[in-house]
């Protein structure tokens, strides 16, 4: 079964921090990656972090250094630690597997889950 659960969302001040959490199926988990994606109101998806199965990270220079990707093999379980938050954090953050093509090229999965709200208020 196909199957992404983001949970942690919600309203905080700027400065503040959150912590988002995704549940992924094993066929997702299983992926050559997972990331975390944000879509803001009238503004396409973006990849603002990604983890290898072996552990290797990568940011969008717009959240290097204030967020944070990481892993649990064992639960299949994926993390997004957000610190610093600012207003233009503002969007529906999305978890996926991705498919690393000609080894640079990260394509997420077609399926995507509900997703969670993160609000960042000025």
């Known amino acids: 079964q196909v199957q992404l659960v983001e949970s942690g969302g919600g309203l905080v001040q700027a400065g503040g921090s959150l912590r988002l959490s995704c549940a992924a199926s094993?066929?997702?988990?299983?992926?050559?990656?997972m990331g975390w994606y944000r879509q803001a109101p009238g503004k396409q998806r973006e990849l603002v972090a990604s983890?290898?199965?072996?552990?290797?990270?990568n940011y969008a220079d717009s959240v290097k250094g204030r967020f944070t990707i990481s892993r649990d093999n064992a639960k299949n379980m994926v993390y997004l630690q957000m610190n610093s938050l600012k207003p233009e954090d503002t969007a529906v953050y999305y978890c996926?597997?991705?498919?690393?093509?000609?080894?640079?090229?990260?394509?997420?999965?077609?399926?995507w889950g509900q997703g969670t709200q993160v609000t960042v208020s000025s």
């Open positions: 983890i290898t199965s072996g552990g290797n990270t």
């Open positions: 094993e066929i997702i988990f299983s992926t050559n990656a």
């Open positions: 996926n597997g991705i498919l690393i093509v000609a080894g640079t090229v990260k394509v997420p999965l077609k399926s």
